[in-house]
């Protein structure tokens, strides 16, 4: 998959790309349309904050999982799940 505009960038914001593929295919633009692309990550507060999120999310995807109820409990807060 090639980026060929900044709308090609959200697309891959919910694709199947890891967050080094996505970098590799930035880096490969040419200065201009990556200069585009950055500016356009850079402004817009919705899609940053997706890619924010997607590279949080690939950076833990091997650490172990939690229950929910271990996790509220070891916040202090007290809540019933529905079973």
Do not use: F
Not at 43 to 64: G, K, M, N, V, Y
Request: one cysteine or more; glycine letters at 2%; aromatic letters at 2%.
């Amino acid at each position: 998959m090639q980026i060929t505009s900044c709308l090609s960038v959200w697309r891959l914001v919910n694709s199947v790309m890891s967050a080094a593929e996505v970098v590799a295919e930035i880096k490969a633009l040419p200065d201009n349309e990556r200069d585009r692309v950055l500016g356009y990550l850079v402004t817009d507060a919705e899609l940053r904050e997706d890619l924010q999120d997607s590279i949080t999310i690939e950076a833990r995807r091997h650490e172990p999982s939690r229950a929910l109820a271990e996790v509220l409990n070891d916040l202090g807060i007290k809540r019933e799940l529905p079973r």
